[in-house]
């Protein structure tokens, strides 16, 4: 085995680690591998403790929350830069769509009951299904 001075190695770091970080930096942010739901929430927020205890408990072994897992985002910090480009967030919660490009599909503003956030994601799921649908017809 063959063994390096102390000096060669240091020559070595001292020309990767600048190459890392500046992959780092230059790297595009990450993009959404498969359709998301984000819950944009407020803390202390009576309609978000209510679709929590009411749905999200179990949103996960849904098929909706197979299809679009779940991801709660507090509205009064800083956004994670993947979802900085949307806008417009003023109801809390508001439900996020995302599909497998990180696009918005559409939005569910508030939280009233189980039936009409099942209704209304459905609704969403249906118009990114339409969407992929689309854009399989478009390639051929």
């Not at 309609?47 to 985002?73: M, Q, S």
């Not at 480009?85 to 599909?99: C, E, N, Q, R, Y």
Request: charged share 30%; with cysteine.
């Amino acid at each position: 085995m063959k063994k390096y001075s102390g000096h060669v190695v240091k020559q070595l770091f001292g020309l990767v680690l600048p190459l890392l970080a500046l992959l780092a930096v230059l790297a595009p942010p990450p993009v959404a591998l498969a359709a998301e739901l984000v819950m944009f929430e407020r803390q202390h927020c009576p309609f978000c403790i209510r679709w929590k205890r009411d749905i999200g408990v179990f949103y996960h072994k849904t098929d909706e929350g197979k299809r679009a897992p779940l991801r709660i985002v507090d509205m009064d910090k800083t956004r994670p830069d993947d979802l900085r480009h949307i806008k417009g967030l003023w109801v809390s919660p508001t439900f996020v769509l995302l599909d497998d490009a990180g696009r918005e599909v559409g939005r569910l503003e508030g939280y009233q009951n189980e039936d009409s956030f099942w209704f209304l994601l459905g609704e969403l799921l249906a118009r990114m299904d339409k969407r992929k649908d689309n854009r399989k017809d478009n390639r051929q």
